[in-house]
C-alpha cells in the first residue's frame, strides 16, 4: 500500500519538495534513500550480494564504486531483504563512531559498543552490519582484517565515496587479502529497461541467439534506450526520468558534477585538484576527435604527462574515468602487448560525460552532422560501460597506425574478439575490414541500431542489447 501511495506524483513531488528544503544532507539522503526505493529500481548486483553471504569463506565486503552510484542505497536494501536486522553506521556522519575502532582491536567488542549506538539487533549470521563511508577512519579499514580472522561469523559490508583512492595510501593499514571485494557500477540499460517496463524486459532477457529481433520489439527497445542514453545511469538521475521529470534529469546531472568537483577540493592538495579538474574537463575534447587517443596538451596547452599523470591517475582511482590502453598486436594475454603510453579515457557515465560536453539531450534526436563524431563517442562510451561490467574493467583496443582502428579489443575465453562501434545505422568503414584480413578472428562483433543479425564470423548486436553479449557469445557456442 506504501509503495503504490509513494508511486502516485503528488505524494511523489511533495517529497522531493521535502527534500529540497531538508534541514541537513542526511535528512536529504533520508527522504532521496525513500524516493529510490520507491522507484524500486531493481539492481543486478543484489544476486552477488547473496551470494557473498552464503560463501562459507565470506570475508568482510568492501564495495567500490564512484560516488552517487547507489552503494549506501544497495547496502540498506540488501541488509534489509537478506538479513533479519540491518545496523547502518556512517563515519562521516558522527566522527564519534570512529574513535570504537581507535580504542580496541577486538572485532567483539566493537560489536558490543556499535550495539549501544543502534536500535538493530547485531547478532552473528542474522545482521549486517554497514560501515559507510569506512575511508573517514583508517582504524575502521584495518579492523576488518581482525573480523576476517577472529569473528568471520558476523557479515561486514563497507563502502566509501571515494574508496579506491585508500588502497597504498600510507595513513591506511590495507587488509590485504583479509576482505573481499565487489565493483558497483552505474545503473545498466537492463536494469533501467526492467523499472521502466517490466514486461518488454521478459522479451529483453530471453533473447539469446544472434538472430534479428520482431520489429515491434526492436522499436520499442529503442524508444527506451534513446531516454537511457540521455538520463544514463546515476540512480537519483534515472529515477527523475523514470517519473518523466526532464528538468530534473538535468538539474541532478549538473549538481553531480558540482559534487566531483568539490571531491576534487576535498580528497586531493590543491595542485592536483586542479590537475585532476582540468584533465576532468578536458574529457569531452578528448573524445570528440576521431582518433579518440589521450592527448596531454588537450589538457592545456603545452602540458606533459608527468605533470599530468598523477591527476588522470586520481580520477582512475575515484572511479570517474575508465582507461583503456592501445594494443598494436592482437595476441594472448593484451595485458602482455598494451602499449602503457597511448590509451583512450572514457567517463564513468554516459549521462555525466553529455552534460559534461554541455549537450542537451535532445542533440541525440537532431541529426546534425557537426554531432556525428560526439554521438559516436558517447555510443563507445556505452559499450564500455557494458564491457566492463560484463568482463571487466582491464580493456583495449586495436590501432594500425593512420590506416585503421577498432574501438576495443575483448579478451573472452582465450580469443580475441574485435569490436567496432557505430552510433547509427551507417555501418561503413575499413577498420573491421583490414583486422579481419590481418588476424582472420573466429567471431566479430559490430554494435550499431540495426538490427540482430549473424553474417558469417560478424555478428552485428543493436546497442541496446550491449548488455547481452555474453549470453550472446555463449549462445553462439551451442549453434
Given at each position: 500500500?506504501?509503495?503504490?501511495?509513494?508511486k502516485?506524483?503528488?505524494l511523489?513531488?511533495?517529497?522531493?519538495?521535502?527534500c529540497?528544503f531538508a534541514?541537513?544532507k542526511?535528512?536529504?539522503?533520508?527522504?532521496?534513500?525513500?524516493?529510490?526505493?520507491?522507484?524500486?529500481?531493481e539492481?543486478?548486483?543484489?544476486h552477488q550480494?547473496?551470494?557473498w553471504?552464503n560463501?562459507?569463506?565470506?570475508k568482510?565486503?568492501?564495495l567500490?564504486?564512484?560516488?552517487?552510484?547507489?552503494?549506501t542505497?544497495i547496502?540498506k536494501?540488501?541488509?534489509?531483504?537478506?538479513f533479519?536486522?540491518?545496523a547502518?553506521?556512517?563515519?562521516?556522519?558522527?566522527?564519534h563512531?570512529?574513535?570504537?575502532?581507535?580504542?580496541?582491536?577486538?572485532?567483539?567488542?566493537?560489536?558490543?559498543?556499535?550495539?549501544f549506538l543502534s536500535?538493530?539487533?547485531?547478532?552473528?549470521?542474522?545482521?549486517?552490519v554497514i560501515l559507510?563511508?569506512i575511508?573517514?577512519?583508517p582504524?575502521?579499514l584495518?579492523?576488518?582484517?581482525?573480523?576476517c580472522?577472529?569473528a568471520?561469523e558476523?557479515?561486514?559490508a563497507a563502502a566509501?565515496s571515494?574508496l579506491?583512492?585508500?588502497?597504498g595510501?600510507r595513513?591506511f593499514?590495507?587488509?590485504?587479502?583479509k576482505?573481499?571485494?565487489?565493483?558497483m557500477?552505474p545503473?545498466s540499460?537492463s536494469?533501467?529497461?526492467?523499472?521502466?517496463?517490466?514486461?518488454l524486459?521478459?522479451?529483453y532477457?530471453?533473447v539469446?541467439?544472434p538472430?534479428?529481433l520482431p520489429q515491434?520489439f526492436?522499436?520499442r527497445l529503442?524508444?527506451?534506450?534513446n531516454?537511457?542514453?540521455?538520463c544514463g545511469?546515476?540512480?537519483?538521475?534515472?529515477?527523475?526520468?523514470?517519473?518523466?521529470?526532464?528538468?530534473?534529469?538535468?538539474?541532478?546531472?549538473?549538481?553531480?558534477l558540482k559534487d566531483?568537483?568539490l571531491?576534487f577540493?576535498?580528497?586531493?592538495?590543491?595542485?592536483?585538484a586542479?590537475?585532476?579538474?582540468h584533465?576532468?574537463?578536458?574529457?569531452?575534447s578528448?573524445?570528440?576527435?576521431?582518433?579518440?587517443?589521450f592527448?596531454y596538451?588537450l589538457?592545456?596547452?603545452?602540458?606533459?604527462?608527468?605533470?599530468?599523470?598523477?591527476a588522470?591517475?586520481?580520477?582512475?582511482n575515484?572511479g570517474l574515468v575508465?582507461k583503456?590502453?592501445?594494443?598494436?598486436?592482437?595476441r594472448l594475454?593484451?595485458?602482455a602487448y598494451?602499449?602503457?603510453?597511448?590509451?583512450?579515457?572514457?567517463a564513468?557515465?554516459?549521462g555525466?560525460?553529455?552534460?559534461l560536453?554541455?549537450?542537451?539531450g535532445s542533440f541525440?534526436?537532431?541529426?546534425?552532422?557537426?554531432?556525428?563524431?560526439f554521438?559516436g563517442?558517447?555510443?563507445?562510451?556505452y559499450?564500455l560501460?557494458?564491457?566492463?561490467?560484463?568482463?571487466?574493467?582491464?580493456?583495449?583496443?586495436?590501432?594500425?597506425?593512420?590506416?585503421?582502428?577498432?574501438e576495443?579489443l575483448?579478451?573472452?575465453?582465450?580469443?580475441?574478439l574485435p569490436?567496432?562501434v557505430k552510433?547509427?545505422?551507417?555501418v561503413?568503414?575499413?577498420s573491421?575490414?583490414?583486422?579481419?584480413k590481418t588476424f582472420?578472428?573466429?567471431?566479430?562483433i559490430?554494435?550499431?541500431?540495426?538490427?540482430?543479425?549473424?553474417d558469417?564470423t560478424?555478428i552485428?548486436i543493436?546497442?541496446?542489447?550491449?548488455?547481452k553479449?555474453?549470453?550472446?557469445?555463449?549462445?553462439?557456442?551451442?549453434?
Amino acid at each position: 500500500m506504501l509503495n503504490n501511495l509513494i508511486k502516485n506524483n503528488v505524494l511523489y513531488c511533495f517529497l522531493l519538495f521535502l527534500c529540497i528544503f531538508a534541514q541537513n544532507k542526511y535528512q536529504k539522503r533520508e527522504i532521496l534513500h525513500i524516493i529510490l526505493t520507491s522507484m524500486t529500481i531493481e539492481r543486478s548486483i543484489i544476486h552477488q550480494l547473496n551470494e557473498w553471504k552464503n560463501r562459507i569463506d565470506r570475508k568482510p565486503l568492501l564495495l567500490f564504486g564512484a560516488r552517487q552510484i547507489g552503494k549506501t542505497w544497495i547496502l540498506k536494501h540488501f541488509g534489509e531483504t537478506a538479513f533479519e536486522h540491518c545496523a547502518y553506521f556512517s563515519l562521516d556522519e558522527d566522527n564519534h563512531i570512529g574513535d570504537i575502532f581507535k580504542t580496541t582491536k577486538d572485532p567483539r567488542r566493537i560489536i558490543e559498543q556499535l550495539q549501544f549506538l543502534s536500535d538493530a539487533v547485531i547478532s552473528p549470521g542474522s545482521t549486517l552490519v554497514i560501515l559507510d563511508e569506512i575511508q573517514e577512519c583508517p582504524e575502521a579499514l584495518a579492523s576488518l582484517k581482525y573480523f576476517c580472522e577472529k569473528a568471520p561469523e558476523y557479515a561486514v559490508a563497507a563502502a566509501g565515496s571515494l574508496l579506491g583512492l585508500t588502497i597504498g595510501h600510507r595513513d591506511f593499514s590495507f587488509p590485504v587479502g583479509k576482505v573481499d571485494h565487489l565493483d558497483m557500477f552505474p545503473l545498466s540499460f537492463s536494469e533501467f529497461l526492467k523499472a521502466k517496463d517490466e514486461r518488454l524486459y521478459s522479451y529483453y532477457a530471453s533473447v539469446l541467439e544472434p538472430q534479428p529481433l520482431p520489429q515491434i520489439f526492436f522499436d520499442r527497445l529503442s524508444e527506451v534506450f534513446n531516454a537511457y542514453r540521455v538520463c544514463g545511469g546515476m540512480p537519483e538521475v534515472a529515477t527523475a526520468m523514470l517519473s518523466g521529470d526532464m528538468q530534473g534529469v538535468e538539474t541532478k546531472l549538473s549538481n553531480i558534477l558540482k559534487d566531483y568537483r568539490l571531491d576534487f577540493v576535498k580528497h586531493t592538495t590543491p595542485a592536483l585538484a586542479n590537475k585532476a579538474g582540468h584533465v576532468w574537463q578536458s574529457l569531452p575534447s578528448q573524445l570528440a576527435k576521431e582518433n579518440r587517443k589521450f592527448i596531454y596538451q588537450l589538457v592545456r596547452p603545452g602540458a606533459r604527462a608527468r605533470e599530468y599523470e598523477d591527476a588522470l591517475i586520481w580520477l582512475q582511482n575515484a572511479g570517474l574515468v575508465y582507461k583503456v590502453s592501445l594494443c598494436k598486436e592482437s595476441r594472448l594475454p593484451l595485458k602482455a602487448y598494451e602499449d602503457l603510453g597511448v590509451f583512450k579515457i572514457y567517463a564513468v557515465d554516459i549521462g555525466i560525460l553529455r552534460c559534461l560536453a554541455g549537450m542537451s539531450g535532445s542533440f541525440y534526436f537532431t541529426p546534425a552532422e557537426q554531432f556525428k563524431e560526439f554521438k559516436g563517442a558517447l555510443a563507445e562510451n556505452y559499450v564500455l560501460q557494458s564491457l566492463v561490467m560484463q568482463f571487466g574493467k582491464e580493456q583495449h583496443y586495436w590501432s594500425s597506425g593512420n590506416t585503421a582502428e577498432l574501438e576495443f579489443l575483448l579478451q573472452w575465453e582465450n580469443e580475441i574478439l574485435p569490436i567496432e562501434v557505430k552510433s547509427g545505422i551507417s555501418v561503413t568503414g575499413k577498420s573491421l575490414s583490414q583486422y579481419t584480413k590481418t588476424f582472420a578472428p573466429h567471431l566479430r562483433i559490430r554494435y550499431s541500431m540495426l538490427n540482430m543479425k549473424q553474417d558469417g564470423t560478424l555478428i552485428n548486436i543493436p546497442l541496446f542489447l550491449a548488455d547481452k553479449t555474453k549470453d550472446i557469445l555463449m549462445a553462439t557456442r551451442t549453434i
